[in-house]
């Protein structure tokens, strides 16, 4: 059994508060850093459905998420955690998009990416891309068929069909 919720905008943590009072109970996670319990989450979709399993919301029809310091938007999105504090979010779409500005050996960041499907892990501040993948950071760009980056230790993976395409401005 599923419910589905249709809304033109969801903002966390006001909208859906009545129906989905359990997406927001207080968990023993420790905060991502940089993300705080006074930030605002803005989710856009067509659709909403819970799921029957507990934490998890699927998006279609259009799905964008902006917090703080990262955003998301694709044609579907499955989101795992609270609203307010989702642990993973898996968007597929042609393409799937994400924004994350980060802090990364001590410098800020903006990392952008697209692919077919994007799998964003919080917890982990992790990245993995599928299906004609392309990340850019600080001017530089990676294209490959599946790309996976984990941003805070700025280790990068990169391969598949097409084999993988780096474009790299030198620092003067």
Known sequence: MHRTLY???????????????????????????????????????????MDEQPDIIHFAGGFELQAKDWSLSSEQATLYGKL????????????????VNSQIQGRYSMVTGEARRIVYQRN?????????????????????????????????????TGGVHIKVNPEK
């Open 124 to 160: 982990s501040d992790s990245i993995r891309m599928e299906g004609n993948a392309s990340l850019s950071r600080d001017g530089q760009t990676l294209n490959g068929g599946e790309i996976e980056y984990e941003i805070g230790k700025d280790l990068l993976s990169a391969g598949g």
């Open 84 to 99: 307010d504090d989702p642990e993973t979010v898996i968007i597929t779409g042609a393409p799937a998009r994400i924004l």
């Open 7 to 49: 809304c033109p905008l969801l903002t966390v943590p006001i909208a859906l508060l009545a129906c989905a009072a359990n997406l927001f109970a207080a968990d023993q996670r420790a905060p991502v850093p940089g993300f705080t319990s006074g930030d605002t989450v803005t989710i856009r979709s067509t659709e909403a459905r």
